[in-house]
C-alpha cells in the first residue's frame, strides 16, 4: 500500500515539477509541447483547403510529425493537457484565416461548437478530448461555446478503422441537433481530424436542416 502511494505520489509530482514533452519526451523546458517540437509544426494555407455542403473547412496542420504525435497521445494514451498546445496550434491558425479572409468572427457574433464524442467513448477515455480543445480555445479566442447544440447519439466506431468508402454510413445519424439555440450567429464548428470529411458532413448537413445557416469548420489536422 505504502508503494502504491508513493507511486501515486510520484507521479504527480512528475506531472507538476517535471513536466515531459507530449511528443518528445524531454523534460527540460517543462512544457506540455516543448518549443523545438512546436518549431517542426507547419500551418497550411489560411483559404478553405475544401468545401462540405458549402461550408467552409479550414485545416490547421497536416497529421503527421509532432501534430500526429500530439493528437495520439492526447486521444490514446491518457495526456489530457495536451489540449492546451491542441488549442494553441489552432488558435494561432484561427487568427491567421480570420486575417487572410478578413472574417468577422468576433465573440459578439460567434459561437464555438465541437464534434462532440458518445458518452461511452468519454467514459472509456475519461475525457472528451474535442470539448476539451473548444474550452481551450474559447479561453484564447473569448469567444462562449455552447455543448448542447450537437450531440453524439450513436456510438459509432471510430473512422479510421472504417473503410474511406463506408465512413459517410458509420456517421449517418449519430448526431443529434438542439435547435433555436444560436439565433443569427456564426458557428464555428472545431474537430481533431478530417480525412474524408464524412463526420463534419454528417455534422454540417443536420445542423443545416435545423437552420444553423452560417458555419465554419477548423480542424487541427487533416
Ligand atoms: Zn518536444
Excluded: W
Excluded at 465573440?107 to 462532440?116: F, G, M, R, V, Y
Excluded at 468519454?122 to 474559447?138: A, D, M, N, P
Excluded at 474524408?196 to 436542416?209: H, I, R, W
Amino acid at each position: 500500500m505504502y508503494k502504491f502511494l508513493t507511486g501515486i505520489f510520484e507521479q504527480f509530482a512528475d506531472l507538476i515539477y517535471k513536466q515531459k514533452c507530449v511528443v518528445c519526451g524531454c523534460s527540460k523546458t517543462n512544457e506540455i509541447l516543448c518549443k523545438n517540437c512546436l518549431k517542426t509544426v507547419h500551418n497550411l494555407s489560411p483559404f478553405a483547403q475544401r468545401k462540405v455542403e458549402g461550408v467552409n473547412i479550414f485545416c490547421a496542420c497536416k497529421y503527421e510529425g509532432a501534430v500526429k504525435n500530439l493528437i495520439t497521445n492526447f486521444k490514446f494514451n491518457g495526456r489530457k493537457n495536451a489540449a492546451i498546445p491542441c488549442a494553441q496550434i489552432l488558435y494561432k491558425y484561427f487568427t491567421e484565416v480570420v486575417k487572410s479572409n478578413d472574417l468577422d468572427l468576433n465573440p459578439k457574433n460567434a459561437l464555438l461548437i465541437c464534434i462532440p464524442s458518445h458518452r461511452l467513448r468519454v467514459l472509456k477515455r475519461g475525457y472528451c478530448h474535442t470539448e476539451l480543445i473548444l474550452k481551450e480555445f474559447s479561453n484564447l479566442s473569448k469567444i462562449p461555446y455552447d455543448l448542447k447544440i450537437i450531440k453524439k447519439v450513436k456510438n459509432t466506431l471510430p473512422q479510421y478503422k472504417v473503410r474511406a468508402d463506408k465512413r459517410a454510413k458509420n456517421v449517418s445519424g449519430a448526431f443529434k441537433i438542439a435547435s433555436n439555440r444560436a439565433r443569427g450567429k456564426t458557428l464555428i464548428l472545431i474537430d481533431d481530424i478530417t480525412t474524408t470529411g464524412a463526420t463534419l458532413f454528417e455534422a454540417v448537413s443536420n445542423l443545416k436542416k435545423q437552420k444553423y445557416d452560417n458555419i465554419i469548420c477548423f480542424t487541427l489536422a487533416c
